[in-house]
């Protein structure tokens, strides 16, 4: 057994410019690396097991690479917990690397939401004899990493080793993030949760969050919670909040007057100004505390559907002030 594990990391170890801002994520995300270690293959696929402590929307991920040039692509995979390895690739992206030893990596095709405390894999599928992403320098043992050469159809792993695998993960840190799933309404439309703007506990205006989708002039309001998600059916949907669940002041989704019927409505709310009382209402005293997460759901009217199923559920929102 342990000569095939050394031939197989024998095989993973023979086998763009940088991106401008600061990663939400970083594993010895400094520029420490073990020269001469080489990527090999053929058609290899390194995941490397990691978890984030706070949710956010992934957008670009570097790895600390070089040596050699032409394409390379990463990846963000989900969990098989009972397996210990890869699922299925939740995005992904590629990039021409440069021989210059630095961070290089690439924008994902579309943004990864990741859960605080979620177990993902990083994905990275190097050209040979480009430089490891490793820093054997770090005292103990590194990441849980698989191997594949079949395009993730076949693992081998788990190792964990000397091998302390360097990579960056970019996107909106504090940023809102979505979750759960709308409830289709009577006219066969999902309504759709957005934030626009920044979260903050001390300014008086600057982050709206929108319903869009939703039937046209009815009113809503935006649920919140403090104490994060849930899925629990309700009206003929989800409600996406943990308990204890509050309101916000009423809105009007406006959209096409009336008596015409469609989903041209969009329900919005300036969450900073609630959260300071402007607006009016009794907005929690949390929602002026640093680092306080929020969990939000648009609530409407819709009385195309039966009593007591007539209400219009968007999806969820999760931000940090």
């Not at 990463?74 to 021989?99: E, K, T």
């Not at 990441?143 to 076949?154: E, H, K, P």
Request: net charge neutral; charged share 10%.
């Amino acid at each position: 057994m342990r000569s095939f594990q050394l031939a197989v990391l024998s095989l993973i170890l023979t086998a763009s410019s940088a991106i401008a801002q600061t990663p939400c994520h970083a594993e010895f995300g400094d520029n420490v690396f073990t020269d001469n270690v080489s990527m090999g293959g053929p058609n290899l696929t390194l995941v490397i097991k990691f978890t984030v402590p706070t949710s956010f929307q992934a957008t670009a991920v570097e790895v600390f690479t070089g040596e050699a040039s032409g394409l390379n692509s990463v990846q963000i995979w989900s969990d098989n917990a009972g397996q210990n390895q890869p699922l299925a690739v939740l995005s992904s992206g590629s990039w021409n690397m440069s021989s210059t030893n630095s961070w290089q990596g690439a924008p994902l095709q579309s943004a990864v939401p990741l859960t605080a405390g979620t177990i993902y894999w990083l994905g990275w599928n190097p050209i040979n004899n480009a430089q490891a992403n490793t820093d054997r320098s770090q005292p103990g043992n590194g990441q849980l990493y698989n191997a594949s050469f079949d395009g993730g159809q076949s693992w081998f792993g788990p190792f964990q080793d000397v091998e302390h695998w360097k990579f960056r993960i970019f996107g909106s840190c504090n940023g809102p993030v979505t979750y759960c799933t709308a409830k289709l309404n009577s006219l066969g439309c999902t309504p759709s949760i957005s934030g626009v703007g920044t979260p903050s506990p001390t300014a008086l205006s600057g982050f709206t969050v929108l319903g869009s989708n939703v039937r046209n002039q009815k009113v809503g309001l935006l649920l919140y919670s403090l104490t994060g998600r849930a899925a629990t059916p309700f009206q003929g949907g989800f409600l996406c909040l943990a308990p204890a669940i509050r309101r916000s002041t009423s809105a009007n989704s406006g959209g096409t007057a009336l008596p015409a019927s469609d989903c041209s409505g969009v329900y919005s709310i300036d969450m900073n100004a609630f959260a300071h009382g402007v607006l009016g209402g009794t907005p929690s005293p949390a929602l002026q505390v640093p680092g306080q997460q929020v969990n939000c759901q648009w609530w409407g009217r819709d009385p195309g559907l039966p009593v007591p199923n007539n209400s219009t559920l968007t999806d969820a929102l999760e931000y940090t002030l």
